[in-house]
């Protein structure tokens, strides 16, 4: 099993035990022992659904503090396009790309005009007759992390370039090199402003290879607090400072990404249950006649990343109002022909986090024990033992992680019992003497 490293962590100090986090993790990677939630880091995807439903804030994403850029010569943003979605009454880019500039960034490079280049070498790729249909995007870290680990049929069917970010990583390093030849690597810094814990999670791991070009990981809403404050201290009109269209803004929000292929035979879906029903039905093929496929692991889109501030929906409508008057695709590639570099050197690969062992035979043996445990639970699934579902308590028990009397309805049940033992061996203890008595007073009279 590979390392990997998480972005999503727990606060122990805030954790009181609860079981939210526990019933709508989507793959099963929390439990609760010694009543803190404890969380398995070979089934987390980091989609950051505990992030976002626990009521106590005790799941915190680890990004890089905004201070980080202090640390190179030449610092580039890179804004997801989420991030524009985030402020109330904006009606031009240019205030965050020139706040973004007053933050101390020495220039911006937007992940959405990427994302217009990706949209294009999409449109190329699927129609090719060599690729197996339906195509994946390979856009959100979470649905990647979910393939790899459940789906080994799928993974081929992955799309194979690289997603926006680490395109506009690239291109953002070139550009800076080109312009400043004077500064080594080490000297510039590319900082991606993240709306999702699976995005930092991607970066952390470098799943990119050697042309992983990010340096640090921001989330949206430090930046988004950052950003109101020298905004407000600006009262001029910037320039039109923009240089993405329609089509990469609307990357931000479900389906943007899927409808810009000028493809209709597309499916796009959000949040992380409907993606894995979705996923099911591609693996068990009950769905055809479709050529690409969206999903996302978070409601909305990226729009509704547990790093973000605003209501997912709300800032969709501002997405929407903001495209209005750009262009449709400002960027585009210069021919038709798809670079080796924007190709993604690591392909991904199947690492089941559920293998229950490596010999065959005693897989199928935990199997059946697991089934025949299960079978003598209550099948309530009340998460009082610590794992979200009977089936999960059952597979802890065979693989020596959790006993049996941690389910509190057979100890209440045992308990019950046990009293109603106690009840009668008292009631016993009280008849016995009782007869003895009775027998030896009949004794007397007849004698």
Same mark, same amino acid.
Request: glycine share 6%; hydrophobic share 35%.
């Given at each position: 099993?590979?390392?990997?490293?998480?972005?999503?962590?727990?606060?122990?100090?805030?954790?009181?035990?609860?079981?939210?986090?526990?019933?709508?993790?989507?793959?099963?990677?929390?439990?609760?022992?010694?009543?803190?939630?404890?969380?398995?880091?070979?089934?987390?995807?980091?989609?950051?659904?505990?992030?976002?439903?626990?009521?106590?804030?005790?799941?915190?994403?680890?990004?890089?503090?905004?201070?980080?850029?202090?640390?190179?010569?030449?610092?580039?943003?890179?804004?997801?396009?989420?991030?524009?979605?985030?402020?109330?009454?904006?009606?031009?880019?240019?205030?965050?790309?020139?706040?973004?500039?007053?933050?101390?960034?020495?220039?911006?490079?937007?992940?959405?005009?990427?994302?217009?280049?990706?949209?294009?070498?999409? #449109?190329?790729?699927?129609?090719?007759?060599?690729?197996? @249909?339906?195509?994946?995007?390979?856009?959100?870290?979470?649905?990647? #992390?979910?393939?790899?680990?459940?789906?080994?049929?799928?993974?081929?069917?992955?799309?194979?370039?690289?997603?926006?970010?680490?395109?506009?990583?690239?291109?953002?390093?070139?550009?800076?090199?080109?312009?400043?030849?004077?500064?080594?690597?080490?000297?510039?810094?590319?900082?991606?402003?993240?709306?999702?814990?699976?995005?930092?999670?991607?970066?952390?791991?470098?799943?990119?290879?050697?042309?992983?070009?990010?340096?640090?990981?921001?989330?949206?809403?430090?930046?988004?607090?950052?950003?109101?404050?020298?905004?407000?201290?600006? @009262?001029?009109?910037?320039?039109?400072?923009?240089?993405?269209?329609?089509?990469?803004?609307?990357?931000?929000?479900?389906?943007?990404?899927?409808?810009?292929?000028?493809?209709? #035979?597309?499916?796009?879906?959000?949040?992380?249950?409907?993606?894995?029903?979705?996923?099911?039905?591609?693996?068990?093929?009950?769905?055809?006649?479709?050529?690409?496929?969206?999903?996302?692991?978070?409601?909305?889109?990226?729009?509704?990343?547990?790093?973000?501030?605003?209501?997912?929906?709300?800032?969709?409508?501002?997405? @929407?109002?903001?495209?209005?008057?750009?262009?449709?695709?400002?960027?585009?590639?210069?021919?038709?022909?798809?670079?080796?570099?924007?190709?993604?050197?690591?392909?991904?690969?199947?690492?089941?986090?559920?293998?229950?062992?490596?010999?065959?035979?005693?897989?199928?043996?935990?199997?059946?024990?697991?089934?025949?445990?299960?079978?003598?639970?209550?099948?309530?699934?009340?998460?009082?033992?610590?794992?979200?579902?009977?089936?999960?308590?059952?597979?802890?028990?065979?693989?020596?992680?959790?006993?049996?009397?941690?389910?509190?309805?057979?100890? #209440?049940?045992?308990?019950?019992?046990?009293?109603?033992?106690?009840?009668?061996?008292?009631?016993?203890?009280?008849?016995?003497?009782?007869?003895?008595?009775?027998?030896?007073?009949?004794?007397?009279?007849?004698?």
């Amino acid at each position: 099993m590979k390392e990997y490293k998480h972005s999503v962590t727990l606060d122990e100090e805030k954790c009181v035990g609860c079981t939210t986090c526990l019933k709508r993790c989507p793959t099963e990677a929390i439990r609760i022992k010694n009543g803190i939630a404890v969380i398995n880091p070979q089934r987390c995807i980091d989609c950051g659904e505990c992030v976002r439903v626990c009521p106590h804030k005790a799941k915190k994403v680890n990004t890089d503090p905004l201070s980080v850029i202090d640390g190179y010569k030449y610092k580039v943003a890179l804004p997801a396009p989420s991030l524009y979605g985030q402020f109330e009454h904006l009606d031009n880019i240019g205030y965050i790309i020139r706040g973004l500039h007053d933050l101390g960034f020495d220039d911006v490079f937007e992940v959405a005009c990427a994302a217009e280049l990706v949209t294009a070498y999409t #449109r190329l790729y699927i129609k090719r007759e060599d690729v197996k @249909k339906p195509v994946i995007s390979s856009a959100c870290p979470a649905i990647l #992390r979910i393939i790899s680990m459940n789906y080994p049929s799928l993974c081929e069917q992955t799309m194979p370039i690289l997603p926006p970010v680490d395109i506009a990583a690239c291109l953002a390093r070139e550009k800076a090199k080109s312009e400043h030849p004077e500064l080594t690597d080490g000297d510039i810094g590319i900082v991606f402003i993240s709306p999702c814990p699976a995005k930092v999670g991607y970066v952390k791991n470098n799943f990119a290879g050697e042309r992983n070009y990010i340096n640090a990981t921001v989330s949206v809403r430090d930046v988004y607090f950052a950003l109101l404050d020298v905004m407000k201290k600006r @009262k001029d009109e910037p320039d039109d400072m923009t240089e993405s269209g329609m089509i990469g803004i609307g990357w931000a929000s479900t389906g943007g990404e899927s409808s810009a292929i000028m493809n209709e #035979r597309y499916l796009a879906a959000d949040g992380i249950e409907n993606c894995i029903r979705v996923l099911d039905q591609i693996d068990n093929e009950e769905i055809s006649d479709i050529d690409f496929i969206e999903l996302n692991a978070c409601s909305g889109g990226c729009v509704g990343g547990a790093l973000t501030v605003a209501n997912p929906y709300i800032a969709q409508t501002r997405l @929407k109002a903001l495209r209005r008057y750009l262009p449709v695709s400002p960027n585009r590639p210069a021919s038709e022909w798809i670079p080796d570099k924007f190709f993604n050197e690591n392909k991904l690969e199947y690492d089941p986090y559920n293998l229950l062992s490596d010999d065959m035979k005693t897989a199928r043996r935990m199997m059946s024990d697991i089934e025949s445990i299960t079978e003598n639970l209550p099948k309530i699934d009340c998460g009082s033992c610590g794992a979200p579902t009977c089936m999960a308590f059952a597979e802890d028990i065979v693989k020596g992680e959790a006993n049996a009397d941690d389910c509190t309805i057979i100890m #209440r049940e045992m308990f019950h019992g046990f009293l109603e033992q106690r009840k009668h061996k008292a009631l016993l203890d009280k008849l016995i003497p009782l007869s003895r008595e009775d027998g030896n007073n009949g004794g007397g009279e007849t004698k």
